[in-house]
């Protein structure tokens, strides 16, 4: 069977972290800047970065509508940090109006931006995570949380009382960087899901 070709957003955040573990995780992979790059890929990554600068550059590079058509067709997705909250189907907080971070509705949950607070304010943790034996490293940086979840939601980890990783099907979204941390598991079970096709 052929390697699934995942494309990662590429206008502003971690974008090299994402490619070089979903690499390792099996996947073939591309960045994604223009309609046609996106439309050649069968999964997308929305990395870390700033939601609200994320969402003006999809508007500025003409991708929000038809990143929007793509998701609505099914297309799967990973997001982590801002790209859990661009995926959410409600986003708190979200910024000014104008500027403000879009929500995608790719995954039927409510995430508040910056949740644990700022810059500063960004810390480090082991979690327990549904589908991956032992915990996971956690880099959390002015992350959101998830504050409700649909029916369909499945809640992956927490940290403390708040829900920080979710999966809808073959949508993810974690609060925090498994890119950052050298441990591929969370990309691994991206991956794999795609290949339950």
Not at 160 to 177: P, S, W
Request: aromatic share 6%.
């Amino acid at each position: 069977m052929t390697a699934p070709r995942v494309g990662v957003l590429a206008l502003q955040g971690d974008t090299r972290e994402h490619l070089a573990a979903l690499r390792e995780a099996g996947a073939e992979t591309t960045t994604v800047r223009r309609v046609r790059e996106l439309e050649a890929v069968d999964a997308l990554v929305i990395p870390g970065g700033e939601s609200t600068t994320m969402s003006h550059l999809l508007r500025e590079f003409e991708l929000l509508e038809p990143l929007r058509a793509r998701l609505a067709e099914g297309m799967p997705a990973y997001g982590s940090c801002a790209g859990m909250i661009l995926l959410a189907s409600e986003i708190l907080d979200a910024g000014e109006p104008g500027r403000a971070a879009e929500p995608l509705k790719a995954i039927d949950m409510t995430v508040r931006r910056n949740a644990f607070g700022r810059q500063v304010d960004s810390f480090e943790a082991d979690l327990d995570f549904v589908g991956i034996d032992g915990p996971v490293h956690a880099v959390f940086i002015r992350a959101p949380w998830v504050e409700r979840v649909g029916p369909d939601v499945e809640v992956l980890s927490r940290a403390g009382e708040h829900i920080v990783a979710v999966r809808q099907g073959k949508r993810f979204a974690t609060a925090f960087h498994p890119e950052m941390t050298g441990d591929r598991r969370i990309h691994r079970l991206f991956v794999s899901a795609l290949a339950d096709r």
